[in-house]
């Protein structure tokens, strides 16, 4: 069973940034695609940005031009950098993954823990 173990959530004031992680328990055969989603709170959890195995990249309109998603295949991770930092982006953000454990083998989902971002005015 692969767990999703997500890091560097907290406190900040608006303008600053925050870096998230997300690692792989184990080895993964191929990421197919990894992500971050939010929930803010008492609303529905949305899209924050996309990577693909590829490298290609999806940015939610919200966050574009201040959040960049990165991963780094040999250690199982994804990356959130987050910058100018708003109210509004105040969450509970999640981590998530599609992938392959084994050649030719099915495709799996994976969601992680969750890590709360909090935003102060």
């Known amino acids: 069973q692969v767990q999703l173990v997500e890091s560097g959530g907290g406190l900040v004031q608006a303008g600053g940034s925050l870096r998230l992680s997300c690692a792989a328990s184990r080895g993964i055969f191929r990421f197919n695609i990894m992500g971050w989603y939010r929930q803010p709170p008492g609303k529905q959890r949305e899209t924050v940005a996309t990577?693909?195995?590829?490298?290609?990249?999806s940015i939610a309109d919200s966050v574009k031009g201040r959040f960049t998603i990165s991963r780094d295949n040999a250690k199982n991770t994804v990356y959130l950098q987050m910058n100018g930092l708003k109210p509004e982006d105040t969450a509970v953000y999640y981590c998530y993954c599609n992938a392959k454990l084994t050649y030719g083998g099915p495709d799996y989902n994976y969601w992680g823990q969750g890590t709360q971002v909090t935003v102060s005015s």
């Open positions: 990577i693909t195995s590829a490298g290609s990249t």
